[in-house]
């Protein structure tokens, strides 16, 4: 039997604009948006157990434990599945561990977009990077500026720079991505699941793309 499902997971090196297209996708097409970074971010603001486990690893740019997010992922997906909610997966997996993890929860269809971008303008777009840490939108102090900057245009508080968003942590986010992620592209071009798209498009531009992969 075909399942209707359809999930996406986004890939892509930090700052190839996953969260922006995701949030976009997830108001347009309906599909849940996770992302593991706000998942943590919100545990770190809370000062949860967790949150305080996590807090240094995260600001060095470092990789959350796989056990630690695999059991995050599977608490949201095996609850979505529940409810037929299909869903986007910003940010994880991340690792070959993480990506065994999830095909052995057999979570119906996935596409994956990968989001390309060079490193020039990677670490020119997330230095200069503001957040909303109660919306979690991103904006950036350059090319999409807040219409009320400094503040967010939709709840009107104060953007942040985000913790790993420091030159020496960018350094270090490339570097882990490059060591542990980077592999996960030719994982996926092996299942033939992977989307290959250019992320230095319009937004617009690349969620009309998505939509058509998706609709395919
Ligand atoms: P970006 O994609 O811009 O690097 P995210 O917001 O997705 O940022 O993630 C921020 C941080 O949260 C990561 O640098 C890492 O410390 C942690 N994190 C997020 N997702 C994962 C994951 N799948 N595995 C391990 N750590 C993760």
Redesign the pocket.
Known sequence: MISLHKNIIFLGA??TG??TVSHEISKIMGLKHI????I??EEIKNKSELGLK?QE??AS??????EI?NAVVHKKVTNLKLQNINYIL??????VE?ANFLSSLNQDRFIVILLELSKEKIIER?SQRLFCSTCKRTYNSTNMKSLKHPNCELENTLLITRA?DQPEAIIK?LE??NQQTEVLIDYFKNKSMLFTLQADKEVTEIVLDIQEIYNK
């Open positions: 930090p700052g996953k969260g992302s593991t970074g706000d943590f971010r996590i690893i995260v740019g470092l990789y959350v434990t796989d997010t910003d940010g994880y997996p991340r690792t993480q997330l790993d986010r882990v991505y």
